[in-house]
Nanobody, 125 residues
Framework: QLQLVESGGGLVQPGGSLSLSCAAS????????IGWFRQAPGKEREGVSC????????YYADSVKGRFTISRDNAKNTVYLQMNSLKPEDSAVYYC??????????????????WGQGTQVTVSS
């Protein structure tokens, strides 16, 4: 079965860091662009970051630029999201998803072919 599984979420204090992993099974993650999305209760899903398959280009939402870093290790069939200087506003369920080409604008979600189940990130003192 084709699956993406997120891990690494948890509870962290403001200013702290977390590293999320997105592991693929049943397909080769290197053939896909991988995006990270997040959704908090009562809010719309928003695109956070994406890494392309063609040239490894990276993209970030303005709200996380300079704090988050996306990377991939195709040998491990995994994409990562390193999150630093976390803020309470970053609290959400984080999802990874696979598509042909990076797209993060509002409404981009339906473009993505595969989605993980999500991992909870809570930033609180």
């Amino acid at each position: 079965q084709l699956q993406l599984v997120e891990s690494g979420g948890g509870l962290v204090q403001p200013g702290g860091s977390l590293s999320l992993s997105c592991a693929a099974s049943g397909f080769t993650i290197g053939y896909y662009a991988i995006g990270w999305f997040r959704q908090a209760p009562g809010k719309e899903r928003e695109g956070v970051s994406c890494i392309s398959s063609s040239d490894g280009s990276t993209y970030y939402a303005d709200s996380v630029k300079g704090r988050f870093t996306i990377s991939r290790d195709n040998a491990k069939n995994t994409v990562y999201l390193q999150m630093n200087s976390l803020k309470p506003e970053d609290s959400a369920v984080y999802y990874c998803a696979a598509t042909y080409k990076c797209l993060l604008n509002k409404g981009a979600g339906p473009q993505y072919d595969y989605w993980g189940q999500g991992t909870q990130v809570t930033v609180s003192s």
